[in-house]
Nanobody, 118 residues
Framework: LQLVESGGGLVQAGGSLRLACAAS????????IGWFRQPPGKDREAVSC????????YYADSVKGRFTISGDDNERTVYLQMNSLQLEDTAVYYC????????????WGNGTQVTVSL
């Protein structure tokens, strides 16, 4: 399984971006897909994740109401729609896929930079 993130960039505060995580190698139906981020000088933190059923989603308190995670099984892609971006959202965003049963099957993408400016 390989994961490739895209959609990052420079955006003004209040703007929007949509990140995509494209998977290749296997289908995602048995994986939980998560978005994590690592702000400059800080530890990596969980942002949002979605189960393989697409019915349960988790959001960090800091992004609730602003970010939406969704999946497209046919395209093997998971999206993170980010609205009302804030300076504090500046980070490298990583996609993660972890098998719902065999947790040792845990994969990461290389990340995409999101920079929010004034």
């Amino acid at each position: 399984l390989q994961l490739v993130e895209s959609g990052g960039g420079l955006v003004q505060a209040g703007g929007s971006l949509r990140l995509a995580c494209a998977a290749s190698g296997v289908t995602l139906e048995r994986y939980t897909i998560g978005w994590f981020r690592q702000p400059p000088g800080k530890d990596r933190e969980a942002v949002s994740c979605i189960s393989n059923t697409n019915t349960n989603a988790y959001y960090a308190d800091s992004v609730k109401g602003r970010f939406t995670i969704s999946g497209d099984d046919n395209e093997r892609t998971v999206y993170l729609q980010m609205n009302s971006l804030q300076l504090e959202d500046t980070a490298v965003y990583y996609c993660n896929a972890r098998h719902s049963i065999y947790h040792a099957l845990d994969y990461w993408g290389n990340g995409t930079q999101v920079t929010v400016s004034l």
